[in-house]
């Protein structure tokens, strides 16, 4: 019933969204989705409902601005908190906390929409919702109602802090400690490649309270303005620019006890939960890309002429755009498999997001590039958004674990069940 609820809420948010979409490509009238690639189908008809929602809001609130946002590494926050008022600041989120109590599937669905405005803005809330996730689902009630309803409103924004400069793939290796001292834990040590470092108000932190492994890291939330809690320069990127990107720095910074998430030793175990959703959510986010690249590339060959003739019209053009669509269908059927195992908990749900993963963000990447190859000379030009899709998602095969720990964790499963 909360889902339910929820699905109301949305969609009658969305429907003060205007429904004239804008084009992704400029001038150019943006046509109709194609059949054979809809999104829509198999959805129920409350899903499609915010699907419409998240691709309205896509197409008038981000795409518009998708351009300057990059080109100016503007880090959007009251789009983003426009979009929190559809209930998209905390899609798997209890609703108790002030989120939207939706499934995986639902929140894929989401995902993918969006990103077809701006890939590095939706990935970034892609996250913001992992992180009040972990929030929800391992934190106590005090926790829970102090953090939460923040995040899902976005009037406060999270970051997840893993990575290092030492310890990336080794995600277990980590060596920011957290040594506790009465009721407070003192961290010292650095994250690394942390989106929205710095912008960020709370800050999911995994740290070493124990021995060496796995088994000695537990997860610490540590709020911005914390002293000790310092940031690197702000990276400049291929892509994600709508994000800020720095190392966050701990100094001898303080954090209670309260701040920790469950028992000492049980962060690694709730980082890597949290990254199995990650890996759907920014396959998810590939997948947008891919389909406005998809559309974006049918549009060019439909008016581009060349030799006499639109490209449309050429065999070699015409087998291309069909094996992207292929994939981009197979693309979507895989996340949406993926997203269906991890909620139902499966057995093969960590394999299967993996699969998801590795499989989307490759192809994905590879129709986006495809599409840019299409457009010719024009598709390089910063006037064109499919170069913006290409370079937003080429991380996409790096970060949530590598598309090579991926094909490992893919190959251990099948091993260890022969």
Known sequence: MAAVGALSRIARLGSRICKNRVTLSGNSQRRGIAACIDPSHGLTDEQKEFQKVAFDFAANEMAPHMAEWDQ???????????????GFGGIYVQPDVGGSGLSRLDTSIIFEALSTGCVSTTAYISIHNMCAWMI?????????EKFCPDLCSMEKFASYCLTEPGSGSDAASLLTSAQRKGDHYVLNGSKAFISGGGDTDVYVVMCRTGGKGPKGISCLVVEKGTPGLSFGKKEKKVGWNSQPTRAVIFEDCAVPVANR????????????????????NIASCSLGAAHASVQLARDHLLVRKQFGETLSNNQFLQFKLAEMATKLVASRLLIREAAQALQEDRPDAVAICSMAKLFATDECFNICNQALQMHGGYGYLKDYAVQQFVRDIRVHQILEGTNEVMRMIISRNLLSES
């Not at 100016?72 to 559809?86: D, Y």
């Not at 929800?136 to 829970?144: I, L, P, T, V």
């Not at 998430?261 to 199995?276: D, H, I, R, T, V």
């Open 72 to 86: 100016k590494e503007i880090f959007p926050v009251e789009t983003m908190r426009k979009v929190a008022q559809l």
């Open 136 to 144: 929800d689902s391992y934190g106590n009630k005090e926790q829970r």
């Open 261 to 280: 998430l469950g028992e000492e030793g049980q962060g690694f175990n709730f980082a890597m939960k949290g990254l199995n959703g990650g890996r759907i």
